[in-house]
């Protein structure tokens, strides 16, 4: 069985970090690639940032030079390091897994980022 649990959100202030992690289970982790997407109040989900088994990474440009995604195959692990937060930021964040047919979700992790 497929397990993505997401962990790290918080509340930060304006320019704050914050690091997400997401523990995987159920698959080969090795061989597959990883995404973060999130979701803000009233607005569908934003892919942001993914990364291939190789370990090149990719960004949408709302985060692009702020955010940096990696993983760590030994604990089966991807991470998020946010910088520089912006109010926009917030959102629920989640990784994902795209296997075959399949769409996978972990339960996200709010992230508020306020004055």
């Known amino acids: 069985e497929v397990r993505l649990v997401e962990s790290g959100g918080g509340v930060v202030h304006p320019g704050g970090s914050l690091t997400l992690a997401c523990i995987t289970s159920?698959?080969?982790?090795?061989?597959?690639?990883m995404s973060w997407v999130r979701q803000a109040p009233g607005k569908g989900p934003e892919w942001i940032a993914t990364i291939v088994t190789g370990g090149a990474t990719t960004y949408a440009d709302s985060v692009k030079g702020r955010f940096t995604i990696s993983r760590d195959v030994a604990k089966n692990t991807i991470y998020l390091q946010m910088n520089a937060l912006k109010p926009e930021d917030t959102a629920v964040y989640y990784c994902?897994?795209?296997?075959?047919?399949?769409?996978?979700w972990g339960q996200g992790t709010q992230v508020t980022v306020s004055s």
């Open positions: 994902n897994l795209i296997k075959g047919p399949e769409n996978y």
């Open positions: 159920g698959f080969d982790f090795s061989a597959r690639d």
